[in-house]
């Protein structure tokens, strides 16, 4: 039977760094108050002329090389992403323009920070059935444009960038093991952009009143978060038949560093197996895992044989896990 596994990785942040201190001049806030709470110290933003489509692109083409892919062999690009471009054409559309192909299908998934994984369980399915051979799945952000500079109860949490793999085929005893997602739409505005969309379409009072940006109830929102990262890191080991110990790094959603200190004691895994990012790119929503992933390779923390668990949770709300056999 046909298998998913990742041909290669590629990752991009954007030059502009921002940190705790340059935030502090703009909002009632402290480096230490900051990161004590988030365990976030600086994060990467867009420059003024970049949209989603330019990042993601960078991403593609990084991954794509690195996987020994052209991207006319691609048979699909997949972009999850709460950041896009515009409402429609969605942002896939555009990179697969930007990469110069077209003809083949191209969709954006809108699962916010679990975005990534629905898109690896989504094209896992696809290269198991035979549907396709070569997947390029994107996770990208440019959450800067999307926060209120002024709440810093979450503006200081974000950042940008973008992260890419190529999917492909294979019958040796690698790649996607297993994969599990769910979601609980009674809880979606614990964390939500309320206006934008047809419910409350843009209007002088809706920009007014910061409607267009992130709103979250951190409170609630934590306590969810240890819970659904924590079952669906659960779930995806045993799907794959494998125990905590068995597990040679653990790479969850980048959101909260207590967050996840508290996923890692919840499901036996030492935080020493544990990718932490976080204080140096902050929470990148759907891209946060595939830059993780990019750079866990690239420091060498992921040998061949490794098996790699992958656990998100979002808005939505959302959750997500994985694991891969590299």
């Not at 108050?33 to 003024?48: D, L, N, Q, V, Y």
């Not at 330019?54 to 992403?81: H, W």
């Not at 429609?88 to 323009?97: E, H, I």
């Not at 206006?195 to 809706?206: F, I, K, Y």
Request: charge should be negative; aromatic fraction near 6%; hydrophobic fraction near 45%.
């Amino acid at each position: 039977m046909k298998r998913a596994y990742i041909r290669g990785t590629g990752a991009y942040l954007p030059e502009r760094v921002m940190t705790n201190d340059d935030w502090a001049k703009l909002v009632d806030t402290s480096d230490q108050w900051i990161t004590e709470r988030s365990g976030i110290k600086e994060r990467h933003f867009a420059g003024p002329t970049q949209a989603a489509s330019d990042l993601a692109l960078i991403a593609a083409q990084n991954a794509l090389k690195n996987a020994g892919v052209g991207a006319s062999e691609l048979d699909l690009v997949m972009v999850a992403t709460i950041s896009a471009d515009h409402h429609y054409p969605s942002t896939a559309n555009l990179v697969l323009a930007k990469l110069g192909i077209s003809e083949i299908p191209s969709f954006d998934l809108g699962a916010a920070c679990s975005g990534f994984l629905y898109g690896l369980n989504l094209g896992r399915s696809l290269i198991a059935s035979g549907a396709a051979k070569n997947i390029l799945l994107i996770g990208v952000e440019v959450m800067s444009r999307i926060i209120n500079w002024q709440d810093r109860a979450t503006c200081v949490l974000f950042g940008d960038g973008a992260g890419a793999v190529v999917l492909g085929a294979t019958e040796e005893d690698k790649g996607i093991l297993s994969s599990c997602w769910g979601s609980d739409g009674r809880l979606g505005e614990l964390l939500i952009q309320p206006a934008g969309g047809t419910r409350l379409p843009p209007s002088h009072e809706t920009v007014d009143r910061q409607l267009h940006t992130v709103h979250m109830k951190g409170n609630d929102v934590f306590r969810h978060a240890v819970i659904r990262m924590h079952e669906a890191a659960t779930t995806a080991l045993e799907q794959a038949d494998l125990l905590p110990q068995d597990v040679d790094l653990f790479i969850p959603h980048q959101a909260n560093i207590r967050i996840i200190e508290a996923t890692v004691k919840r499901a036996g895994i030492p935080l020493e197996k544990t990718f932490v990012n976080i204080d140096k790119i902050a929470n990148i929503s759907s891209a946060t895992i595939p830059i993780a992933l990019d750079q866990a390779i690239h420091q060498g923390r992921i040998q061949p044989h490794a098996h790699v668990l992958l656990a998100a949770f979002g808005a939505g709300l959302t959750w997500a896990g994985a694991v891969v056999r590299f």
